[in-house]
């Protein structure tokens, strides 16, 4: 791990907004998909957005669709998640994911390469 960094975590109000950065060098252009997952203690890491990485397809999931933006500076290559009116159940640490063989991109295990994380807490 340490090859994808994420930042931009910390601690906020709810109906705060935050960005994660995810410095992803040359995963950003030569992954087959790339994705956010969030993890709270005891629980299994959920995905919270995806993106193939060729074509730039993406998505965002469940409850975080309309809230979440996922995007990408492809100069620099960064994924960004932008987060919305953050409620008290956002709080988790959220890590960023590539996988770099062509694949199911759902699962954690799914997922080969791995960023620290970076841990957001939103109080209510």
């Known amino acids: 791990q340490g090859q994808l960094v994420e930042s931009g975590g910390g601690s906020v109000q709810a109906g705060g907004s935050l960005t994660l950065s995810c410095a992803a060098s040359?995963?950003?252009?030569?992954?087959?998909?790339m994705a956010w997952f969030r993890q709270t203690p005891g629980k299994e890491r959920e995905r919270v957005a995806i993106?193939?990485?060729?074509?730039?397809?993406?998505n965002v999931f469940d409850s975080e669709k309309g809230r979440f933006t996922l995007s990408r500076d492809n100069t620099n290559d960064i994924l960004y998640l932008q987060m919305n009116s953050l409620k008290a159940e956002d709080t988790a640490m959220y890590y960023c994911a590539a996988k770099t063989t062509f694949g199911n991109c759902r699962l954690p295990a799914d997922f080969d390469t791995w960023g620290q994380g970076t841990q957001v807490t939103v109080s209510s």
């Open positions: 993106i193939f990485t060729r074509d730039g397809s993406k």
């Open positions: 040359r995963y950003a252009r030569t992954s087959y998909c």
